[in-house]
DNA sequence: TTATTTTTGATACAAAGTAGCAAAACGAAA
DNA sequence: TTTCGTTTTGCTACTTTGTATCAAAAATAA
C-alpha cells in the first residue's frame, strides 16, 4: 500500500472518529465545522485561521473570518482540535484523550512543523510544579518549541 | 517592614540585576527599554503591549507601539522577560537562570494572574518527551494554563 | 572629527480575532 | 404538519495585536 494510501486512510479515520464523538456527545458536526476540520487533517499540520477562510472559499462564495473562528471554537471545545498560541494557527488533535496524559505539542521553531506526544511522566512533574505554584489544576495541553532533527 | 516596603525592594533588586546583566553582555539597556521592564516590574502581573504603550504615553508624548515592541523584543532575547502567547502579555523572568531548569509560567485562566516556577523534573521529562518526538532541543519555557488555589 | 552602527520616531499597514444583529436551519412539541 | 424556541450561519463593521519602511537621532568606533 502506498504511503499516500497509508495517509487518506488516517484522514478517513480521524473524520469518522471525530463523527463518532459528536454523535455520542450530542454535539452537531454541521458542514462547515466538518469542512473546517477535514481541511485540518488533509493538512497535516497547523494552519492559520485566515488561511482556512481562503482555502474554504470558492471564487463564488467568501467566507467571512468569523465562520471559520466559530467552527475551530466548537472543534476545539469538543477536543478535535488545538490552538498553537505561539504560532496563532490551529492543527488536529491525535491520540485518544489519554486522561492522565499531558498532550505536548512540539512546535519546530523553523518551519512550524508540529508532534503531538502524550506523557504522563510530564504530566506528574507539572503537576507536582504546580502544586508548588498554588495551582489546583492544569490544562492537560501545553505547546513547547525547539528544533526538530533534520533527516534529510 | 511594610510589605509595600518589600516590594519596593524587590522592584530595585530587579532593576539592579537587569542592569548588571546588560553590562556584562554589552547589551544597551536604554532608557526606554528600561521604562518598559520596569512598568512591567511594578505592574506585579502580564501587560498586554498595548497597555505599555498608554502607561508609558504623556498627554504631551504618545509614544508608536512599534517602539514598545521593539523594547519588549530586547527584553525577550535578554531573558528579562517572557511573552505569554495565550495571553498576548508580557511578563518579567524572575528566578536565577538555571540552565538544566524548565521555566513554567502558570497562568490562572480566571485572572491572568502569573507564577513562574523552575523545575528540573519538568525539564528532564520534557526532554525524553522531545526525544520520542524526534526534537534535538526545546525551549527551557513554557506556558501551561491552570487553576489558582482562591484563597480568599 | 568623521565614519559606522545602533537605536528611536513617525506613518502607514498587515494580521488576527470579535461584536451585533438578522436570516436560516434545526429540533422538539403540540 | 405546523408551531415555537434554540442553535447555527451570514454579513458588516470593528477592535486588538503586531510589522514594514524609511528618515532622524544617538551612540560607538576610527
Ligand atoms: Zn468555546
Ligand atoms: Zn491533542
Ligand atoms: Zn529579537
Ligand atoms: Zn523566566
Known amino acids: 500500500m502506498s504511503t499516500r494510501a497509508v495517509r487518506k486512510e488516517e484522514e478517513e479515520n480521524l473524520l469518522r472518529r471525530a463523527d463518532d464523538l459528536c454523535r455520542q456527545n450530542n454535539l452537531r458536526l454541521t458542514p462547515i465545522r466538518e469542512r473546517v476540520y477535514r481541511e485540518l ?3 497535516g499540520g497547523p494552519v492559520g485561521a485566515y488561511d482556512l477562510v481562503d482555502r474554504l472559499s470558492s471564487d463564488k462564495k467568501r467566507l467571512a473570518p468569523v465562520t471559520i473562528y466559530r467552527a475551530l471554537d466548537f472543534l476545539r471545545d469538543a477536543g478535535l482540535v488545538h ?7 490551529y492543527v488536529v ?4 484523550p489519554d486522561v492522565n496524559a499531558m498532550k505536548i505539542m512540539f512546535v519546530d521553531s523553523k518551519t512550524g512543523e508540529t508532534i503531538e506526544v502524550h506523557s504522563t ?7 507536582k510544579a504546580a502544586e508548588q505554584a498554588g495551582f489546583k489544576s492544569v490544562s492537560p495541553f501545553m505547546e513547547v518549541e525547539g528544533e526538530l532533527n533534520r533527516q534529510s
Open 41 to 43: 487533517v488533509q493538512s
Open 83 to 89: 490552538r498553537l498560541a505561539t504560532q496563532n494557527s
Open 93 to 96: 488533535s491525535h491520540g485518544q
Open 121 to 127: 511522566e510530564v504530566a506528574e512533574a507539572v503537576r
